[in-house]
């Protein structure tokens, strides 16, 4: 792991592999360390450059007001650190999704392939808005410690695994606890609807979910993807946004190297599985 100076302060970023360059970046809340089970396989493939985003992990917390554009320019700094000149794999985990619809909109010709996986692209509902109010009002007052179980089922669903609910809980007890804080208030209660976004894109787009992740259904990811013909929707074990990273990684690395191979054509692939699932 190294740190590298962007425009939203220092961030840590992991570097392994050898290949073409592909960029992973997490959910909020937590950390890269969500993606060790399904990094491994995929390092064979590629270079793999895992993000730490501002005011997580053990990055200091940003003191200005920042947004999921922000962002962008972080990953813009650390791809420029890294010496990546040409056209990256994104794979983001729900803020991480964000971050490289918003990234593959402002540049399509660095941006070869990109995988969202429980990125919902609508705004928060009303409902999910009054949720994280409280998470967020709790967790200032009193820290992660009452926050931790209702963050675990939200992410990745009751009934975890004790090692499950505990990559959650330690990458979310990591982070400092105003930059936490601010980083709630302005990359989720703040967030933008993003779908008008996905509709521009041009670069080859698969979007993620599962039949358990309840602020994610697949009718609203299916809807996401209908307009855009470079967009396509696939269904993955696992439960919530973060549950396949940690539930079924096996599964989630094939599917990357799937659009790795043939971004285009992966698309193709789901879009038609998707029609005639419909039909």
Do not use: K
């Amino acid at each position: 792991m190294r740190t590298v100076s962007t425009r939203l302060g220092p961030l840590a970023v992991t570097i392994s592999g050898d290949g073409p360059p592909a960029v992973f970046w997490h959910s909020l809340f937590i950390d890269s360390t969500s993606w060790a089970r399904v990094l491994p396989d995929l390092a064979r493939h590629r270079r793999i450059i895992a993000i730490d985003g501002p005011s997580h992990g053990r990055n200091p917390g940003v003191r200005a007001r920042f947004g999921l554009a922000d962002c962008v320019g972080a990953a813009e700094d650390v791809l420029a650190q890294a010496g990546v000149v040409g056209a990256v794999d994104w794979v983001g985990n729900a803020m991480g999704g964000h971050v490289g619809i918003l990234f593959a909109a402002a540049h399509p010709d660095r941006v070869r392939s990109l995988v969202a996986i429980g990125t919902p692209t609508r705004a928060l509902t009303p409902a999910e808005r009054r949720s994280v109010t409280l998470l967020r009002w709790l967790y200032g007052i009193l820290g992660p410690a009452p926050v931790r179980r209702p963050l675990v089922a939200a992410l990745i669903g009751p009934g975890a695994t004790p090692a499950d609910a505990a990559v959650v809980a330690d990458a979310f007890s990591r982070a400092g606890r105003r930059g936490m804080f601010d980083a709630i208030n302005w990359l989720s209660l703040a967030r933008p609807d993003l779908t008008p976004t996905l509709r521009g894109l041009v670069t080859p787009t698969l979007l993620t979910t599962n039949a358990e992740d309840s602020m994610w259904t697949v009718d609203a990811a299916a809807a996401a993807v209908a307009d855009n013909a470079h967009a396509a929707l696939a269904l993955t074990p696992g439960r919530g946004h973060v549950g396949p990273l940690l539930q079924a990684p096996a599964a989630l690395a094939s599917l990357v190297a799937e659009v790795w191979a043939d971004p285009a054509a992966a698309v193709r692939r789901h879009r038609a599985a998707s029609t005639t699932a419909d039909a």
